[in-house]
Each structure stands twice: as C-alpha cells, then as structure tokens.
C-alpha cells in the first residue's frame, strides 16, 4: 500500500519540479499536487527502502497504530484470507494441463477412442486395461472435456444427461475482524497511557487434567496485588449467577 501524491519518494521534502503533466496554468509543485501522482511520471523518483520490513516478517501489521500514522514508508499488510485464496489458486494452476508427451497421449487416445465409441463404460475401459492406461479416470473425464482426445462428451452416454454442477463463488471479506476494533491490546495499553489510574481487573480460567471438567476461576485486582480463586465445576461461557463462599 504505497503512499500516493509524492510522498512515497526521499526527495520529497525538497523537490520542488512543477508541471511534469504538462497541465496548463498550474504553477503548484507536483509533490503537492492532488489530482496526479507524480511518481508516476517523474524520472528521479526513488521510493523508500524501510529496513523493518525487509526483515520477517516482512510485513507491517505487527507496528503498533501510532507508528503507522506516522511512517511515510510503503506499507505492507499481511491478509489470512487472500493469502489464502492466492495460495490456493496457485496450487489449482499448478495442476491444470496436460501432463503426458505427444506420445503418450495419442496412444491413451487409440486405446480410449474405439472402446467408448463401441459404448464401453469409461469405468470398464480403466479397470480392463488398467496396466495400459496410466491416467485416473477422472483425469480422462478432464482430457475429454478439454478436447484432448478424438472422442467427445457427446460419445459419453451418460455424461450428456448430467447436469453441469454449479460452484459456489464465496466473496473474501477482509473486514471480517471489524469487531475487533478498539478491544485489542494495543488499544488497551494506549487507553491506559491516557487513563494510568484505572483500576485493572484480569480474569482467567485454569485447567488442569482434560479428564477432570473442573476448572479455577480467577480474579486478579492489580490495583493492591490480589487474586480470588473460585472452583468451578465446569467451564461455561455463561455460567448460572450463584452465590459463592469466598
């Protein structure tokens, strides 16, 4: 995510060329300007190199909000979800054409070819001519479809009364963390450089064996240093109120 209008160059602090778009009656810096990106169009342009993320992890989600504010760097954030969906598409890429020699392929066509024509079933051609045929069937079904083989989806009785299955295009929502806003710990540590005199309660839940459900409830008042503990016969996101002995 570089910074658009100048500011992403070292030079920006003091360059001072004008009308590099050759728009009439402007007499601005283009560094200042609004409308055209002049990195974009200035030969002495040189972007930033911040040593941070030329390190793992090589990315910028890790620097606190205040320090993005006021870094004038390039900005690179890391996104599960289309990392995710790029690694994917790679690894579905990687694996499309066709993986035989000119060679191989015409002799599975003159094997496949005249059995389907006959009206073999392509399941019968695969499991009697299994030592000849080194391709799955579903891999065959592919070669068909791309048009790889002198028989078509038209030679397949079966395959012509299917119908085309519909794939659902999932959209990736990158704000699907926005509840997070304003409850991590970054912004807690900052509240309480504002408000040092808060009082902080800390809670938390200790197990023990995975076989025993009871758990340790406990309570930790930083304020004076003091921690309740209460033993709860199961762990529960809401719990029935009772009164405890403490």
Do not use: W
């Not at 197990?207 to 930083?222: A, D, P, S, Y």
């Amino acid at each position: 995510m570089p910074y658009t209008m100048g500011r992403d160059c070292i030079y920006t602090s003091t360059c001072a060329k004008k009308n590099m778009c050759d728009e009439e009656f402007c007499n601005r810096k283009c560094r200042l300007c609004m409308k055209v990106d002049c990195t974009k169009i200035c030969d002495r342009v040189k972007n930033h190199e911040y040593p941070k993320y030329l390190k793992s992890p090589f990315v910028c989600s890790t620097c606190s909000e205040k320090n993005k504010k006021k870094c004038i760097y390039d900005k690179y954030y890391y996104i599960a979800e289309k990392a995710d969906a790029k690694a994917k598409a790679t690894q579905s890429e990687s694996r499309e054409g066709i993986r035989l020699t000119q060679e191989e392929l015409q002799t599975l066509d003159e094997i496949l070819s005249p059995l389907i024509r006959q009206g073999q079933p392509l399941s019968h051609i695969c499991n009697t001519h299994a030592d000849e045929i080194k391709v799955s069937e579903r891999g065959i079904y592919n070669y068909i479809e791309a048009g790889e083989l002198t028989v078509c989806n038209l030679d397949l009785r079966r395959k012509v009364k299917y119908k085309k299955r519909r794939k659902k295009h999932t959209e990736i929502k990158c704000n699907k963390f926005n509840y997070r806003k304003g409850r991590t710990f970054e912004d807690f540590k900052m509240y309480m450089e504002e408000h040092p005199d808060t009082p902080v309660v800390e809670m938390d839940t200790v197990r023990g064996l995975r076989t025993k459900e009871q758990v340790l409830l406990t309570i930790m008042f930083n304020a004076n240093s003091v921690m309740l503990m209460i033993l709860l016969e199961r762990s529960v996101s809401n719990p029935p109120l009772q009164k405890r002995k403490l």
